[in-house]
């Protein structure tokens, strides 16, 4: 994950924003005027950016506009107390993400952040370096298509790399100075897919406080990737339907339409055309998405591939540690493993093997692949054991330095933060399901 740019003069309040964040589970960086966040986003590359509206010399609605000409891609959630909502329109207008009026609560503002933080920016480049003859023809196909505007529909297993390839497209085409949006279809409930993809207004249902851009308007210029497309119930697929014929938006609670000038980029987990047989997916959609084909195989019909991508991911991986290496007997075993997951699986195999090898050399019992035997679950709980005890060990020979035992382990502090706060929430669990059994009620 990307972090979050918090930039706001008051060190009180920044200070408070930025533990709500560390607590979620996000990297933080911060800045206290517009200058200093200017310089961050050159070096850092942030997913977000929240700001602070009333700051000395420059406002937040002047960094708005210097972060979009520079980066018009780059999210910007703007914070005040003394915000109007003419103001807030007038932002949302000028590319702000949201605007957040002060006070507010952390869930409100980690709900704003995870509905529009960039999506982890890998270099796209990197999947061209398949050694599948049929991948290769894939990435052919789509450089070849890549600078058109033709609507491209990418198909495959969960975790095979459709994203990787939609970034591929979006980065070899015109579009690629302005912004790569996605959204997962399937990772939002159907109430509020709408909204998130066309936007509203403010009073357009019972909890539109402020005006909010849809996910259409963002992407203006660029490409919008409608990830696992095929979980869109059939209403909102008709609404989409016509979005695309059109060419242009309105958000709820509008009467005005807004021109779009977008590229289309769908993928799906699920077989399309038999979605259409079936009745689950608009035969009419299906075929306005599906001008391109493009479809990926699955890790385990690759398997030229595993070990080059393994050893991606120990580089990729490591930080700044010492660099991991496959024992033979590691490889073989990477080779002859199904991968229901895919390349995603693979890289959670790769950083599981570095935490729990005690050295440079990663070997076959690290890698923790379920057996055939149907043993898989006691062996992932005795993986997880094992690992938990490890990090704590490791923890406490650091003194309790997260920033220490990160490098111990060869992971980023954020990862670390996220798994002790895991480990924290299984005590408070057993300790509450211990006191349930012995008849505490809590009254």
């Known amino acids: 994950m990307l972090p979050v740019l918090v930039v706001e003069d008051d060190e009180a309040l920044r200070d408070a924003i930025v533990e709500t964040f560390v607590l979620a589970g996000y990297e933080v960086l911060t800045a206290s005027d517009a200058m200093q966040a200017m310089r961050i986003i050159r070096q850092h590359h942030p997913g977000l950016v929240l700001t602070d509206v009333q700051m000395e010399k420059v406002n937040g609605h002047e960094l708005l506009a210097q972060i979009k000409a520079s980066w ?18 007038e932002a949302m207008r000028s590319g702000a993400a949201s605007y957040l009026a002060k006070p507010f609560e952390p869930e409100r503002l980690l709900s704003e952040v995870a509905r529009h933080m960039l999506p982890q920016q890998s270099n796209p480049d990197k999947a061209y370096m398949s050694h599948d003859p049929g991948v290769k023809k894939i990435y052919d196909v789509a450089l070849k298509v890549a600078p058109t505007e033709v609507t491209c529909l990418i198909t495959g297993e969960s975790g095979c790399g459709k994203e990787l390839l939609a970034q591929f497209l979006h980065m070899h085409s015109q579009r690629k100075p302005d912004g790569f949006v996605a959204i997962n279809c399937a990772a939002i409930p159907d109430n509020l897919l709408e909204s998130t993809l066309f936007g509203y207004e403010k009073g357009a249902f019972s909890g539109a406080s402020a005006a909010h851009a849809g996910k259409f308007e963002q992407a203006q210029k660029g490409t919008l990737l409608l990830d696992e497309v095929s979980e869109m119930a059939l209403p909102l697929q008709a609404k989409l339907l016509r979005v695309l014929q059109e060419k242009e938006v309105e958000r709820i609670g509008s009467t005005h339409s807004i021109r779009l000038d977008v590229r289309i980029i769908a993928t799906s987990n699920r077989d399309l055309y ?6 689950r997916f608009r035969e009419d959609l299906f075929y306005r998405l599906n001008v391109i084909p493009l479809e990926l195989p699955p890790l385990r019909s690759r398997s030229s591939d595993i070990i080059p991508l393994a050893e991606f991911f120990l580089r990729h991986l490591k930080g700044g540690g010492a660099p991991y290496k496959l024992s033979p007997e590691a490889k073989q075993q990477l080779t002859q493993y199904n991968w229901p997951g895919n390349i995603r ?8 093997a570095m935490i729990m090898a005690p050295a440079s050399v990663i070997e076959s019992e690290h890698l923790f692949l379920p057996r055939l035997d149907g043993s898989r679950a006691q062996e992932t709980l005795n993986m997880r054991l094992l690992e938990r005890d490890h990090i704590l060990e490791t923890l406490q020979k650091a003194e309790g330095s997260r920033k220490r035992a990160a490098e111990l382990l060869g992971m980023s ?11 924290r929430l299984q005590e408070l669990d057993g300790a509450a399901a211990s006191g349930s059994e012995n008849g505490y009620s809590g009254n």
């Open 72 to 89: 018009p891609a780059l999210p910007v959630i703007l914070m005040t107390a003394y915000g109007v909502i003419d103001r807030a329109v």
């Open 274 to 279: 038999k979605e259409v047989q079936q009745g």
């Open 345 to 352: 699986e693979l890289e959670n195999v790769m950083q599981r």
């Open 413 to 423: 502090e954020r990862t670390l933060r996220h798994k002790l706060r895991q480990y």
